[in-house]
């Protein structure tokens, strides 16, 4: 009896259930990307966008208030004189005859350009080097995911992001009575420049590790092309050539309200769209997680400064602050030396003590005390972005690693606040010496330089009242820890727009900057300062012990 003779199957003939997919095109995996970003971003961008539908139309009114008439209207022109006025304004258009739109577009449109600029590179940075910094690009990675479809999704989200608060905008000023076109192109201005500065994030992302460092260079960018545009105004007061090598000219150019010109949102989209292929080109000369600029390998050890208790806040808040200090300090000394154009201001429009707490009687003194409240809003927000630091390390489980070394969370968390309120009395020092220095250079009259100092040193407690509200927040719950912003937002529109919206006593008094007396115009009165003070001390050891009763990120 014979047999077959039997054949042994090749491994590669046997059956298998696995399936090789890899990605079938360098976008592949872009909508599910599309989606998780934008619900990781909604929050965000809807906040970004409803502030901008109440403020911008919030913000013509209260103008339309203040200046109801041609006569009040010329008064105000007479400050874009003053190169401060120009450094914190924009070019000078409507030079003829100042009419009501042409001062939003000169006085109102830079700063919706700056707040859609920041904006960008938030959620940008978050999107792309952020996303690589945390490991989760590598994961995504790791999908059949396309080489492009990350940074796609980041840019479509950031577009999207763009586009509405532009449509904020123009809602806005068209709610207001703002011409159909102009305020279609001040939208379309707003988001253009947002694009710029989302792109050139986009760039900045590609050269560092770090998330920190990628969103300090653009910001920084952003400064820059503040100042160039800026002194380019100064130089001639519709714009010389130095403005146009500034994204923000671009958008003020286009001189909505005045004499429309669509072209130069064309010179925003066209450096976006370079910005854009420079930051393709870039990133495929390095790997994911890493950048172009190498990161050092550090030292063997921590030093003592960082090893010394607070050394992890201050290495990791320090610089932040620092270069927002130097700005503050800057439009410190511009708002100062605005003092020497008061006189002839006031003559043509008494009316201004109606939306600013400005008085006849002693015009520098409330004019320098209502500056310092204004400029004070800056360290208040700062603080509450430091303290809110500890939820981002939290969250990213840096924490935990410094609580497993031995740190007592109790301890890290009041000496993190410490520092971060050390280091934002130095600013309000800073800030109170820059509003004496202009002034100064206003009247020649040096006191100035202490008396505004003092003025700086009494809103302290209020802002440390804000700092223990965030840490208590953070201290209940890190998911609670945010609302801290809403009292943060709050005080800006009180104190910017407070008066002109007609509020109430009570609802006025629930901003605590709104208890510090406007010194050197007022005596100071000590006891607003220890109740504040002493709240803030209650709030803050509220904070820490709710700490102890929840776990990391649990809340």
């Given at each position: 009896?014979?047999?077959?003779?039997?054949?042994?199957?090749?491994?590669?003939?046997?059956?298998?259930?696995?399936?090789?997919?890899?990605?079938?095109?360098?976008?592949?995996?872009?909508?599910?990307?599309?989606?998780?970003?934008?619900?990781?971003?909604?929050?965000?961008?809807?906040?970004?966008?409803?502030?901008?539908?109440?403020?911008?139309?919030?913000?013509?009114?209260?103008?339309?208030?203040?200046?109801?008439?041609?006569?009040?209207?010329?008064?105000?022109?007479?400050?874009?004189?003053?190169?401060?006025?120009?450094?914190?304004?924009?070019?000078?258009?409507?030079?003829?005859?100042?009419?009501?739109?042409?001062?939003?577009?000169?006085?109102?449109?830079?700063?919706?350009?700056?707040?859609?600029?920041?904006?960008?590179?938030?959620?940008?940075?978050?999107?792309?080097?952020?996303?690589?910094?945390?490991?989760?690009?590598?994961?995504?990675?790791?999908?059949?995911?396309?080489?492009?479809?990350?940074?796609?999704?980041?840019?479509?989200?950031?577009?999207?992001?763009?586009?509405?608060?532009?449509?904020?905008?123009?809602?806005?000023?068209?709610?207001?009575?703002?011409?159909?076109?102009?305020?279609?192109?001040?939208?379309?201005?707003?988001?253009?420049?947002?694009?710029?500065?989302?792109?050139?994030?986009?760039?900045?992302?590609?050269?560092?590790?770090?998330?920190?460092?990628?969103?300090?260079?653009?910001?920084?960018?952003?400064?820059?092309?503040?100042?160039?545009?800026?002194?380019?105004?100064?130089?001639?007061?519709?714009?010389?050539?130095?403005?146009?090598?500034?994204?923000?000219?671009?958008?003020?150019?286009?001189?909505?309200?005045?004499?429309?010109?669509?072209?130069?949102?064309?010179?925003?989209?066209?450096?976006?769209?370079?910005?854009?292929?420079?930051?393709?080109?870039?990133?495929?000369?390095?790997?994911?997680?890493?950048?172009?600029?190498?990161?050092?390998?550090?030292?063997?050890?921590?030093?003592?400064?960082?090893?010394?208790?607070?050394?992890?806040?201050?290495?990791?808040?320090?610089p932040t602050l620092t270069a927002w200090g130097i700005g503050l300090f800057l439009f410190a000394l511009a708002f100062g030396a605005l003092a020497s154009s008061l006189t002839d201001v006031m003559e043509e429009l008494p009316t201004i003590g109606e939306w600013a707490p400005i008085s006849m009687d002693d015009l520098t003194g409330s004019f320098s005390a209502f500056v310092m409240r204004m400029l004070s809003v800056g360290p208040v927000a700062l603080l509450v972005s430091g303290v809110l630091r500890l939820r981002t390390e939290e969250v990213a489980g840096r924490l935990a690693g410094v609580v497993l070394a031995g740190t007592s969370r109790l301890a890290l968390a009041a000496l993190w606040y410490l520092v971060v309120l050390v280091e934002i009395t130095l600013m309000q020092v800073l800030l109170g010496a820059g509003v004496g220095l202009g002034v100064w250079s206003a009247t020649d009259e040096t006191a100035w330089i202490g008396d505004m100092t003092l003025a700086a040193l009494a809103h302290l407690p209020a802002i440390a009242l804000y700092g223990a509200v965030a840490l208590l927040l953070h201290g209940l719950s890190a998911r609670l820890a945010g609302l801290a912003w809403l009292l943060v937002v709050y005080t800006a529109l009180v104190t910017f727009l407070g008066d002109l919206l007609g509020l109430p006593d009570w609802a006025v008094g629930l901003s605590p900057l709104e208890h510090v007396a406007l010194y050197p115009s007022e005596e100071v009165d000590a006891v607003p300062l220890l109740l504040m003070g002493g709240l803030a001390l209650a709030l803050a050891g509220a904070g820490l012990a709710a700490l102890r009763h929840r776990d990391l990120v649990a809340g």
């Open positions: 009896m014979s047999t077959a003779p039997t054949t042994r199957a090749h491994p590669s003939d046997a059956p298998t259930h696995r399936r090789d997919v890899g990605p079938a095109s360098a976008l592949t995996g872009l909508t599910s990307l599309i989606r998780l970003y934008g619900r990781l971003s909604r929050r965000q961008i809807i906040l970004w966008t409803v502030a901008m539908l109440v403020l911008v139309p919030a913000s013509i009114l209260a103008m339309e208030e203040a200046y109801p008439d041609q006569e009040t209207l010329d008064a105000r022109a007479m400050l874009l004189d003053n190169p401060s006025a120009v450094m914190m304004t924009g070019p000078f258009f409507a030079t003829d005859r100042y009419t009501f739109w042409a001062m939003v577009a000169n006085e109102l449109l830079l700063y919706i350009l700056l707040a859609a600029a920041i904006m960008s590179v938030l959620v940008t940075i978050r999107h792309t080097r952020g996303e690589e910094e945390a490991g989760r690009l590598e994961m995504t990675r790791a999908l059949p995911t396309g080489r492009l479809a990350p940074p796609a999704a980041a840019l479509v989200i950031v577009t999207i992001a763009n586009l509405a608060v532009g449509a904020a905008v123009s809602a806005g000023a068209l709610m207001t009575g703002g011409g159909a076109a102009d305020s279609l192109a001040l939208g379309a201005a707003t988001a253009l420049t947002g694009l710029v500065f989302a792109a050139a994030a986009m760039v900045t992302a590609q050269l560092t590790e770090h998330a920190g460092t990628a969103s300090g260079a653009a910001l920084g960018l952003l400064a820059l092309a503040f100042m160039v545009r800026g002194v380019g105004d100064v130089m001639e007061r519709q714009g010389s050539w130095l403005s146009w090598l500034s994204p923000l000219a671009w958008a003020q150019q286009s001189r909505v309200y005045v004499d429309l010109r669509w072209w130069p949102l064309l010179v925003s989209l066209v450096a976006a769209l370079l910005l854009l292929l420079l930051a393709g080109a870039l990133s495929r000369r390095r790997d994911v997680g890493a950048g172009l600029w190498a990161a050092s390998a550090g030292r063997p050890q921590a030093s003592a400064v960082l090893q010394a208790p607070g050394g992890l806040a201050r290495r990791l808040l320090t």
